[in-house]
């Protein structure tokens, strides 16, 4: 299951007060409903104190395209262009300047890895999923499985990530999100609550276990193995 918004009311945010980081790492499960030759913003780090301070990962103003961006250089690297309708990971490791995204469609086993430069640290007050710290840029879709690192992970281990929604490596992790309900909860237990959501919507996610390995079932109160 995943987390469906219609509008940016039902979007997440946390303040988190980090300071600039040098080293991060973002996965997601995320899906478009519709085209609206607009920003659509899976998730945005940012200081909105500091102006045009940002890290973010949206589509561009072709509504489908995926780029990563920060405000250090402004220069966007385009990651994949969506098919409307279809489940996406995408998984960001920030290291400094450098980087790599890694990528695939649910219904390609193929994972496609795309290097990141002339990019650069960011002030980590803000913490955003489904918008931006520019109104209007919010997500028209769903998402699940979002996953956060204080550190840049390696690109073998962000396709490992892409096996289910909770972490695969528990070390360095500053906050995850499973989001197979509408919910504001860190299932880290790192204390990283959000606040929104209000109006999200329970909807079909992609074919990722929330565990891979022994079977479980996601129900409202939490996981429960199956015999």
């Given at each position: 299951?995943?987390?469906?918004?219609?509008?940016?009311?039902?979007?997440?945010?946390?303040?988190?007060?980090?300071?600039?980081?040098s080293?991060?790492?973002?996965?997601?499960w995320v899906k478009l409903y519709s085209d609206r030759d607009y920003w659509n913003t899976l998730w945005c780090l940012a200081n909105p104190d500091l102006g045009d301070h940002f890290s973010l990962l949206q589509t561009d103003t072709t509504g489908t395209q995926v780029v990563f961006i920060t405000s250090t250089q402004y220069m966007e690297i385009p990651i994949v262009d969506m098919q409307i309708g279809t489940w996406y990971y995408i998984g960001i490791s920030m290291s400094g300047e450098t980087g790599v995204a890694v990528w695939r469609a649910e219904n390609d086993e193929n994972f496609y890895i795309v290097p990141?430069?002339?990019?650069g640290p960011i002030d980590h007050k803000l913490f955003q999923i489904g918008k931006s710290i520019y109104g209007g840029e919010w997500l028209d879709g769903a998402i699940t499985g979002v996953k956060w690192w204080s550190a840049a992970l390696t690109d073998t281990e962000l396709i490992?990530?892409?096996?289910?929604?909770?972490?695969?490596?528990?070390?360095?992790?500053?906050a995850y999100y499973l989001l197979?309900?509408?919910?504001?909860?860190?299932?880290?237990?790192?204390?990283?609550?959000?606040?929104?959501?209000?109006?999200?919507?329970?909807?079909?996610?992609?074919?990722?276990?929330?565990?891979?390995?022994?079977?479980?079932?996601?129900?409202?109160?939490?996981?429960?193995?199956?015999?």
């Open positions: 299951m995943a987390v469906r918004f219609t509008n940016e009311t039902q979007t997440y945010e946390r303040e988190v007060n980090l300071g600039v980081q080293e991060y790492t973002l996965t997601c990141i430069t002339n990019q490992a990530e892409a096996s289910q929604l909770a972490p695969v490596r528990n070390e360095d992790i500053r197979t309900v509408p919910s504001t909860a860190d299932d880290s237990g790192n204390g990283f609550d959000l606040t929104g959501g209000t109006g999200a919507t329970e909807v079909p996610g992609p074919d990722v276990p929330v565990f891979f390995g022994p079977k479980y079932r996601v129900r409202g109160w939490g996981v429960i193995p199956i015999a």
